[in-house]
């Protein structure tokens, strides 16, 4: 059977991509703030081996494909992934799915990564699934500033950040500084015998907080994130744009959801968040998301 642009792009909406050279396609399945459960990975195994060519890809993004999918198989994979809560999309002009680094378990993540990205991938990529934008929306969530998975590369990337706050009356000047060898950028130095912590050289990644044995730096609050947007990587790159300010974390979804209303209301068709940003100015942007007039137009914004 010859299959026709109508029928590869019904399904490409459902997150079926063809195989290159063949009629055969890739179910493209979305995790939720990218964790599968033990029984999830057990039924990909079966959807893939009854379905598929008995593979399961993994894509950059952090979903995993079941690739030789057969057309007329695919309401059939869609009937077993709907039955075994697992969900095939990821693609189109919309919310795309969170990619998120391993910061719930990593030494250095200054936060629950999969919980925030979980919740994203339900008020946005799930709630926000009927949503057309003007292009696609990858959203990015790093636990901290190694960047491991890049938040500042998303049209929307939050970064984890940590600042220390030192109490000079209790550092004893050691022979060897715990703090000062822990700092990866060299931020923290010992000075005619006390630490300095040199503002500007310091990127708030948390490492150094708890690490003085006589207790001189502590944590200076609660988490902190940092906010990028309108990145891009690939045909064209642009680094995101961190805002002025870190941001606590209930600021973080509010200003998602400015985000893409602006992007819904004022990118151009096919244009990416960045393009729109540099278009217009990145302080009138920032502007919009650290106000709530784009919050109170919400409906008349979805509706048009
Ligand atoms: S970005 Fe930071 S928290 Fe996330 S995996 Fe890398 S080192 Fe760990
Ligand atoms: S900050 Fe702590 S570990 Fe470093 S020199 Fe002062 S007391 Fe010692
Ligand atoms: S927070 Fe990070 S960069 Fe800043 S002083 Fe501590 S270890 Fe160095």
């Known amino acids: ?34 964790v599968f459960t033990a ?12 379905y598929g060519n008995g593979k399961l890809i993994c894509t950059s993004r952090l979903s995993v494909e079941v690739p030789g999918i057969p057309f007329d198989q695919i309401e059939a994979a869609e009937a077993f992934a709907a039955a075994h809560d697992l969900h095939f999309g990821g693609t189109g002009a919309k919310v795309r799915p969170v990619a998120v ?15 925030l990205a979980q919740k994203i991938h339900d008020a946005y990529y799930l709630g926000w ?20 998975m890049k938040p500042s590369l998303n049209d929307f990337g939050v970064e984890g950040h940590k600042a220390p706050r030192l ?8 022979k060897e500084c715990q703090v000062e060898k822990r700092c990866p950028v060299g ?33 200076e609050s609660e988490t902190l994130y940092r906010i990028y947007i309108g990145g891009t990587w690939g045909k064209t790159t642009r680094m995101g744009s961190p805002l002025s300010r870190l941001v606590r974390e ?23 968040f960045g393009k729109a940003i540099d278009r217009v100015g990145l302080s009138v942007v920032e502007a919009a998301l650290f106000d709530d007039g784009l919050l109170a137009r919400r409906e008349e914004i979805l509706s048009k």
């Open 39 to 50: 029984e999830q990975f057990r039924d990909l195994s079966i959807l893939a081996s009854t």
């Open 250 to 272: 209930e600021e973080i979804l509010p200003i998602l959801e400015k985000s893409l209303l602006w992007f819904k209301e004022n990118g151009l068709p096919k244009e990416r």
């Open 101 to 115: 680094c391993k910061g719930s378990t990593c030494v250095f993540g200054n936060f629950d990564t999969h919980a």
């Open 167 to 174: 109490d000079p009356t209790l550092c004893r000047g050691c």
């Open 1 to 34: 059977m010859k299959l026709t642009s109508e029928q590869i792009l019904s399904v490409k909406g459902r997150g079926f991509l063809r195989n290159r050279g063949t009629d055969l396609f890739s179910g493209r399945v979305v995790a939720r703030g990218s």
């Open 187 to 219: 931020a923290a130095t010992l000075t005619d015998g006390k630490l300095v912590i040199r503002e500007d050289a310091c990127i708030s990644c948390g490492v150094c907080t708890g690490k003085c044995p006589f207790g001189a730096v502590a944590a």
């Open 129 to 148: 699934s009927e949503v057309k934008l003007p292009h696609k929306f990858k959203i990015g969530v790093g636990g901290c500033p190694n960047s491991c």
